[in-house]
């Protein structure tokens, strides 16, 4: 009988070129490592007036089948197995570095935003290097 790997990754999933591109290259590392992969997709309440109104047991299953949609359509079928979908609530940094607390990596993506765009929201990759209680690997969108 053999043991499970205990090397896990945590990446962060928005549906974004990047960070389906952070996906396949943690699905590549986790392969390496016989590792396994939660795949964290994250809501928060939406602060526009005329936004049609949801329940949060509605936006949870919306971003759960959006997640587990992105994941069957990025990795290979083989890969499957390795990967368990997580949706979370709230700032997406915090939710990641939450997900994250007991991981052995943390796998990002980083779209290319100007600066000014960088400057009112930050930069939820650029926080998580800073905060996160594992290393963390951050995958740039290849297409500018």
Not at 81 to 103: F, Q
Not at 116 to 135: D, E, K, M, R, W
């Amino acid at each position: 009988m053999s043991e499970q790997s205990s090397y896990s990754i945590v990446v962060g999933v928005d549906g974004s070129p990047s960070s389906k591109d952070a996906l396949r290259w943690a699905v590549q590392q986790a392969r390496r490592a016989d590792g396994r992969i939660d795949a964290v997709m994250v809501w928060d309440t939406p602060a526009f007036y005329d936004w049609p109104m949801r329940t949060a047991e509605q936006l949870d299953r919306a971003t759960n089948e959006a997640l587990r949609r992105i994941v069957r359509e990025t990795a290979d079928e083989a890969d499957l197995i390795r990967i368990s979908t997580h949706v979370a609530r709230g700032h997406p940094a915090k939710a990641l570095l939450d997900a994250a607390e007991t991981a052995d990596l943390l796998v990002v993506g980083r779209r290319g935003q100007g600066a000014f765009t960088h400057a009112l929201l930050g930069s939820i990759s650029q926080y998580c290097v800073n905060h996160a209680p594992c290393p963390v690997v951050v995958v740039r969108d290849a297409k500018p």
